[in-house]
């Protein structure tokens, strides 16, 4: 049975790498009450950080839903994603998603984010460069 937990490696723990997406995201995937920027790395697994304001999600409960929807998400298609750091924002409205509806939204934008990583990846843009 393969490993399907979601252990430190696996995320985005400081300032920096934050805005080491923010400032330079090579991807940006759209989904309903989200969106995902991403940059590419050589790390050869995926790292995802989350980020859920209280002005676009009020209550607790609903950011942490949503924080632990993403989790579930990525932990099951982790070895199906790119080498990318993922940093995924939570927009209004998310909340009223329900549940599956919110699994489907992440599987296409992993499966967007897995086709325009392998597309950027064959011809990066001038001035890309891959990070460790």
Not at 3 to 8: D, I, L, T, V, Y
């Amino acid at each position: 049975m393969l490993h399907q937990g979601f252990p430190r490696c696996l995320r985005l723990l400081n300032a920096g790498d934050y805005s080491h997406v923010f400032e330079q995201a090579d991807l940006k995937v759209h989904g309903k009450g989200m969106m995902a920027l991403a940059r590419l790395t050589t790390r050869g697994h995926p790292r995802v950080g989350l980020v859920v304001s209280k002005k676009n999600v009020k209550l607790a409960v609903d950011r942490n839903r949503f924080k632990r929807l993403v989790r579930e998400s990525v932990r099951h298609r982790q070895d199906h994603l790119p080498s990318v750091d993922i940093v995924i924002l939570a927009k209004r409205g998310v909340q009223d998603i329900d549940n599956e509806t919110l699994f489907r939204q992440l599987h296409g934008m992993w499966k967007r984010l897995q086709h325009d990583a392998k597309a950027v990846a064959v011809s990066p843009p001038n001035g890309v460069t891959r990070d460790a």
